[in-house]
């Protein structure tokens, strides 16, 4: 990946990023996303889900994909895509380097106000269902698997539920019934991320206590 503008600004990126043997402008300012020639103001997204992939070819480390999907308010998606190579340290740094302050970007305009929604949702006495998660005043009722053929659902109060990020997924489980395990992946699950920001804010100084006593949070 190679950074155009002579500095990284810490509310705006420019860089030229890699797909294979292509190269890719990446723009993304106070007002929106570019990329491949195509611009998506923030106003226009309502979702978004993003990660990253280790690939392996024969066991041998090939590239480091990195994936941001946005759901515009009109449904059409817009894909961001870029790599490093695998055995490319330079290749890696960069990659690295700049993930987290395109995360930290949308944070700022995407992501945190999706949380707020969210938030006020529950507030309201509402319900927000991400994933194989939804969250209430009282707890989360969780949507897992039984033996890998039964499709299962449960509640469980905030005092019975453990939270935690595997290797691309989140999950919630059970404190008292380990065997009650739900699991969704950053992505393919539309707002997972923002959901895992209100799941770590609920946990917070017992936040999630706060809103099963019916107060505002």
Same mark, same amino acid.
């Given at each position: 990946?190679?950074?155009?503008?002579?500095?990284?600004?810490?509310?705006?990126?420019?860089?030229?990023?890699?797909?294979?043997?292509?190269?890719?402008?990446?723009?993304? %300012?106070? +007002?929106?996303?570019?990329? $491949? #020639?195509?611009? *998506?103001? @923030? !106003?226009?997204?309502?979702?978004?889900?993003?990660?990253?992939?280790?690939?392996?070819?024969?066991?041998?480390?090939?590239?480091?994909?990195?994936?941001? %999907?946005? +759901?515009?308010?009109?449904? $059409? #998606?817009?894909? *961001?895509? @870029? !790599?490093?190579?695998?055995?490319?340290?330079?290749?890696?740094?960069?990659?690295?380097?700049?993930?987290?302050?395109?995360?930290?970007?949308?944070?700022?305009?995407?992501?945190?106000?999706?949380?707020?929604?969210?938030?006020?949702?529950?507030?309201?006495?509402?319900?927000?269902?991400?994933?194989?998660?939804?969250?209430?005043?009282?707890?989360?009722?969780?949507?897992?698997?039984?033996?890998?053929?039964?499709?299962?659902?449960?509640?469980?109060?905030?005092?019975?539920?453990?939270?935690?990020?595997?290797?691309?997924?989140?999950?919630?489980?059970?404190?008292?019934?380990?065997?009650?395990?739900?699991?969704?992946?950053?992505?393919?699950?539309?707002?997972?991320?923002?959901?895992?920001?209100?799941?770590?804010?609920?946990?917070?100084?017992?936040?999630?206590?706060?809103?099963?006593?019916?107060?505002?949070?």
């Amino acid at each position: 990946m190679e950074q155009t503008s002579s500095a990284l600004n810490p509310g705006t990126i420019d860089l030229v990023v890699k797909q294979g043997i292509f190269k890719n402008k990446l723009v993304i %300012d106070r +007002l929106g996303i570019e990329f $491949k #020639k195509r611009y *998506v103001p @923030f !106003s226009d997204i309502e979702s978004l889900r993003y990660g990253v992939t280790n690939v392996y070819v024969n066991g041998i480390h090939t590239n480091v994909n990195y994936t941001f %999907d946005f +759901l515009e308010t009109n449904q $059409k #998606k817009f894909r *961001v895509f @870029f !790599s490093a190579v695998g055995f490319s340290k330079k290749s890696k740094q960069e990659a690295a380097e700049h993930y987290p302050v395109i995360v930290d970007i949308l944070w700022k305009h995407i992501t945190s106000k999706i949380v707020n929604t969210m938030i006020q949702t529950l507030n309201s006495n509402g319900t927000v269902r991400v994933g194989n998660f939804e969250v209430g005043r009282k707890g989360i009722k969780v949507f897992y698997r039984k033996f890998f053929f039964f499709k299962r659902e449960i509640f469980l109060p905030w005092k019975d539920c453990l939270k935690g990020v595997g290797p691309g997924y989140f999950y919630i489980q059970s404190a008292s019934d380990k065997g009650i395990l739900a699991k969704s992946t950053f992505l393919s699950t539309w707002n997972l991320n923002a959901l895992h920001s209100l799941i770590n804010y609920l946990w917070e100084n017992g936040n999630c206590f706060k809103l099963e006593r019916g107060e505002k949070i």
